[in-house]
């Protein structure tokens, strides 16, 4: 199992470029069984998670081809419209070809996502949405069984703000009878993303970005070429390692656009922060001030950048109080930041973070992908060496995550 050695004590400087969004690409590959013309992606960012979701494709019939960044995808030979437990365990995001099959072919067996290491995160709301717009679903023997002659538009609203969700029932209903209303909608970029592929594929989509979406079904949906937008939360991920290290860096292929709840906090914490169209520049302080932050749906404070600002916290001037109101178990790297020296203290979904002034490299496991990052920030800052295990979680997430920091002058290795 592969090991990330990083020696402490360097702050980043230079110019690294941001690779297209995973959580964008995730279900924009999925898209393409609402069709039988081909759809070409590029900037897909090349990450275990878009590996194991072509390979889910490909089974059902999809015709995959990879150049690069650049993903031709063809389902005009759908054929199998199952996506089988072994492959769902890996990547709960399989669930997003959910409302994609029951729009082209009214079949789907799904295998139920399970929960993951930060929470249970079930699928209520996706059948929920699929029942109100005529699907029959069982739920049997740890698989989602839905059929349906011809999904018909309905009114739907969804209990909570659900990111996968939304881009589910929105793709179902790209096909469906008549005009689906989603309430409550979310308002992720990366639901903006699909919503403009899918617009360039020949659906009829108005609203996305807001809470309400409104999607007027049509006869079929032609094949288009889009482009992923840069992934924010791997933008915000750099900005916190050259922050927490003192240093001066450039990411290209990237804005500020998307994280301005991100880069607030950022500059609270003392950093200058430069936003020029395709890029950003960050400038630390000598010692960052710490700042207390809440997690919320977008375009609040995302929660998967609460790991990566928590390590920052460890080390800032001042205490920081974190509340992650969106997964129920999401602090799992707040007992390996102490081990590293951290003063964290949680109390249920709130921990306060005490900043030290120095963390001491020791060996570390990450638990679920962005705790992955948030340990590997602060090995970055800490005395000595981090040796971070299990990071084929990281591995999902992060394209050539060593090699990019590497060329920030950070001193990472990979070891077997
Ligand atoms: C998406 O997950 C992202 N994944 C997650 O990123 C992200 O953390 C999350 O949105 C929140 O922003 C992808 O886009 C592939 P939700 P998703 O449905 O859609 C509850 C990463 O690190 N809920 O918005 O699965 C759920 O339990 C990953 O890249 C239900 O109860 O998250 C959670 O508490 C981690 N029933 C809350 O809603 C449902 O049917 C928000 O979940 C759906 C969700």
Redesign the pocket.
């Known amino acids: 199992m592969d090991k990330l050695l990083i020696t402490g004590g360097r702050p980043l400087a230079g110019e690294v470029a941001i690779s297209g969004a995973?959580?964008a690409a995730?279900p924009i590959l999925c898209a393409a069984l609402l069709s039988d013309e081909p759809l070409v992606l590029t900037n897909v960012p090349r990450l275990n998670d878009i590996g194991t979701m072509l390979k889910l494709l490909a089974q059902m019939g999809v015709k995959v081809e990879r150049d690069g960044d650049t993903v031709t995808l063809d389902a005009k030979g759908l054929d199998n419209p199952l996506a089988p437990y072994e492959l769902v365990k890996t990547m709960?995001?399989a669930v997003l070809v959910l409302g994609p099959l029951m729009a082209r072919v009214g079949h789907a067996k799904v295998s139920l996502p399970g929960g993951c290491a930060?929470?249970?995160?079930?699928?209520?709301?996706?059948i929920k949405g699929l029942q109100a717009m005529g699907a029959e679903v069982q739920v049997e023997h740890g698989y989602i069984d839905a059929k349906v002659g011809k999904l018909r538009g309905a009114r739907l609203f969804t209990d909570?703000?659900?990111?996968?969700?939304t881009e589910n029932l929105m793709m179902a209903a790209c096909l469906a009878d008549g005009e689906t209303v989603i309430e409550n909608a979310?308002r992720?970029p990366?639901v903006v993303d699909l919503a403009n592929c899918l617009v360039s594929m020949g659906a009829q989509i108005s609203g996305a970005g807001t809470d309400v979406i409104r999607i007027r079904g049509v006869a079929r949906l032609h094949g288009a070429t889009h482009r992923i937008m840069p992934d924010r939360?791997e933008t915000g991920t750099y900005l916190c390692a050259a922050a927490v290290t003192g240093g001066n860096v450039r990411l290209t292929g990237t804005s500020t656009n998307y994280i301005d709840s991100v880069v607030d906090k950022l500059m609270d914490a003392g950093c200058e922060i430069g936003s020029e169209r395709d890029a950003i520049t960050l400038k630390a302080p000598a010692r960052l001030k710490a700042v207390s932050l809440r997690t919320a749906p977008y375009p609040a404070f995302?929660?998967?950048m609460q790991a990566q600002f928590m390590a920052l916290n460890v080390v800032a001037d001042g205490t920081a109080i974190i509340r992650e109101t969106?997964?129920e178990n999401r602090f799992m790297h707040a007992v390996e930041l102490i081990r590293l020296g951290a003063n964290i203290r949680i109390d249920g979904n709130t921990a306060v973070v005490t900043g030290v002034d120095k963390l001491q490299g020791a060996t570390v496991m990450a638990t679920d992908?962005?705790a992955s990052a948030s340990l590997i920030i602060a090995g970055l800052v800490a005395e000595g060496e981090t040796l971070v295990d299990r990071i084929y979680h990281l591995d999902r997430?992060y394209e050539r995550l060593e090699e990019k920091l590497g060329a920030l002058g950070a001193t990472v290795k990979r070891v077997s």
């Open positions: 995973k959580n995730l709960r995001a930060i929470g249970a995160r079930p699928v209520d709301q996706h909570m703000v659900t990111v996968t969700g979310a992720e990366e939360i995302p929660t998967d969106i997964f992908l962005r997430g």
